[in-house]
């Protein structure tokens, strides 16, 4: 079975810090995809990012990156310069990719990091 | 604007009460789901549907009921409510073809927030 785990469950930071959220999944398939969303105060999910299990480059978007490792099973998330605007429950989540036609594009879910950055 | 919609926003029940929480998209996804988010728990799957007609338990599927006639609508409902039930709840949307651009993800609601006294 599919597991997401997301040790810190809360972070704070100062503005201008930079502070990485870990994610660390478990899954048998090959074939599989990990997601990053943010949950502002406003209470939404916002896509941050995808990435196919066979695809190890690292990307970066703005003061956003992802560091993707299959070697440790991690997918960590670094904000730099983190802003007041970051602070946010921050989830890491797998969809494997083997089951999809049977699956219904399940989402397994960490259980979220709460990031506050103090201005 | 296109995306998934869910009514209502917040719903307040008496325990034993029923009531459904409606979800819509208009994109044409032929995937749907409904997850229910808990504190330090993150999202957990309810139920799923890969298309109109069929649909699936998922890991906390307990108390809850689907159907999904068309492809448009996915409502869940709650045969009977408990204070157990307290959450907010989320319908996402995914197409079928996962294998697409690195920006692809799913559409979420904007989530309902339920209290059961």
């Known amino acids: 079975a599919q597991k997401v785990t997301q040790a810190q469950t809360e972070i704070s930071v100062v503005e201008k810090e930079d502070v990485t959220l870990d994610c660390v999944y478990e899954?048998?398939?090959?074939?599989?995809?990990l997601f990053w969303y943010k949950q502002p105060p406003s209470g939404e999910l916002v896509f941050l990012i995808r990435?196919?299990?066979?695809?190890?480059q690292n990307e970066i978007s703005g003061r956003y990156s992802w560091n993707f490792q299959k070697s440790t099973s991690s997918f960590n998330f670094t904000i730099t310069a983190s802003q007041v605007v970051d602070s946010a429950v921050y989830f890491c989540?797998?969809?494997?990719?083997?089951?999809?036609?049977?699956?219904?594009?399940?989402?397994?879910f960490g259980g979220g990091t709460r990031l506050m950055v103090k201005p | 604007n296109a995306g998934v919609t869910q009514t209502p926003k917040f719903q307040v029940l008496k325990t034993g009460q029923s009531m459904t929480l409606q979800c819509a998209q208009d994109?044409?996804?032929?995937?749907m789901s409904w997850y229910r988010q808990d504190p330090g728990m993150g999202l957990r799957l309810i139920h799923y549907?890969?298309?109109?007609?069929?649909?699936d338990q998922g890991e906390v599927p307990n108390g809850y009921n689907v159907s999904r006639s068309t492809t448009e609508d996915f409502p869940l409902r709650l045969l009977s409510a408990a204070p157990s039930q307290t959450s907010v709840y989320f319908c996402?949307?995914?197409?079928?073809?996962?294998?697409?651009?690195?920006?692809?993800?799913?559409?979420f609601g904007s989530g309902t927030r339920l209290t059961v006294v």
């Open positions: 996402a949307s995914s197409p079928h073809d996962v294998i697409g651009g690195s920006n692809y993800g799913y559409t």
């Open positions: 899954t048998r398939d090959t074939t599989y995809y």
């Open positions: 990435r196919n299990s066979f695809d190890e």
């Open positions: 989540a797998l969809s494997e990719g083997e089951a999809v036609n049977n699956a219904g594009n399940m989402l397994t």
């Open positions: 994109m044409n996804h032929e995937y």
């Open positions: 549907s890969v298309g109109a007609g069929i649909t």
